[in-house]
């Protein structure tokens, strides 16, 4: 007897023993949903201290287990995806029967899945992969060709062969020059800087087509192992720009963009705005937004055309300081054939009657000069709109949301703006808080413009440092949203391509953006401020008034009356 008690306990410590050599953590447990047995992988993985848990309840040992269920259930569960604090598990639960069917125990089976996990994002199929990016290249309209960190040609696409002339036998493994008929290969330039290079003109092929040319380099592991360019048609570009030219001015946006979902902001102030603009935007009211500079008032202007039974009508747009004198008249009201020199022929339909049935947004309505406030104000009234060099009325329905940053009570007072007309677009009046006096919103409002920008420069930036994100909330912003765009803008631009987090040293110098002496008031300093962001735009983009303009988020018309405004040249 006792020879027997001897094999069984070498039997058991024979099975203890290989249990305990396995990766997969083991918990047995008898009728009772008592522990019998916890193997070493499952004490690591669940990190249960080495104490007597022999014969304790189940849940007292693994509080979130559900091996118990299982007992009582008598039903497996496979597979299983189950998260312990930081540590992921795939677990599966049985019950274990003797071969009358009566439950004995069960047993969970579970392994560690975060390190697999893991090491699956680093351990990649490469001919899965190739044949994946070969299909992606392949399924689009634009030229690709990938070089490797020599600038051999590795892969080229269809369109690639159709822009150029040259298939993939031509240029597989041969130098990136081969299919240049003037200028220097793009691919060589980036494996020698190791940056991407953008709007780079070459003419290519037999037939020396001339052609703009992008590309970025490839990095792996912090290691430059290629290159990839994008190849566009000049020839297209133009004829796409002409054709959207023309179409322009009968889109201008007659869609609106953005939700209140969109808008960012969980202090008191903003909160107050949301709820006023939520409350006004089902009904016809007139809404004035007022506000800084760059705080989001066209955003609102969005939200509330969305939120309205206009939704699905024209939203038409226009900034009242971008046109230049005496145009605003003939944009919003229209004109006949021969109305002035210069009038289009048949004529065009003004910005009100395009918003007909929707919403027509005014921004910087106080730069509107006072004989359109006149005339605005007599349709404000009549909802009854007279084109220039016509006699013939037409009755609208458009409801006016505007925008401005100025005091218009004071122009009221010095003449310079109508009162009646004052009185006709303060129906429902909006303040929305400058960032400075929502702190609260920096760090969500951060977080969004790095996606947003990711999307536009096409990085994959993933965040911001603790320290960087201090300083940031300790600035006072008086460019507000639109300044904390652009200033995250060159905190990314300074960042190399390999970065993932925006840390303090990527941080432009905030001081060199504002200059404007602390004692003057917020009117001028904001303008000081305004006009040293158009120089250095105005400097970083070499005097290109298009790049400029695009760079700084406004329209080429802005930037000339913005210029003129602070005598720039």
Known sequence: MDSENILIDSKYEYYEHALDSMNEGVIMVNSRA??????????????????????????????????????????PEIDQIQNIGKTKIITSRIPLLDDQGNLKGAIAVFRDITEIQRMAEEVTDLRRIRLMLEKIIESTDDAISVADKDGRVVMVNREYTKLTGFNEEEVIGKPATIDIAEGESVHMMVAKEKKPILGHRLKV????????????PLFVDDKFVGSVGVIHDVSKILSLSRELEEANRMLRRLKAKYTFDDIIGNGRA???AITQAKKVAPTKATVLLRGESGTGKELFAHAIHNASDRRNNPFVSVNCAALPEGILESELFGYEEGAFTGARKGGRVGLLEEADGGTLFLDEIGKMELTVQSKFLRFLQEMEITKLGSSKTKHLDVRIISATNIDLEEMVKTGKFIPDLYYRINVVPIYIPPLRERAEDIEPLVKYIIRKLNQEYGRAVTGISNDALRVIKSLSWPGN?????NFIARAMINMDISEREIKLSSLPPYSSTYKGPKH??????LAAYEKSLIEEALKANNGNRKETAKSLGISLRTLFYKMEQYQLK
């Open 270 to 272: 903003m909160q107050i």
């Open 34 to 75: 008592e522990v019998i047995f916890i193997n070493k992988a499952a004490r690591q993985i669940l990190q249960i201290e080495a104490i007597d848990y022999v014969g304790k309840k189940v849940v007292d040992v693994v509080p979130n287990t559900r091996l118990q269920n299982v007992v009582e259930s008598k039903k």
């Open 481 to 485: 949203v639109r300044e904390l765009e």
């Open 520 to 525: 003057e008031g917020l009117k001028k300093s």
């Open 205 to 216: 092929g037999p037939m020396k087509k001339d052609v703009i040319v992008d590309v970025t």
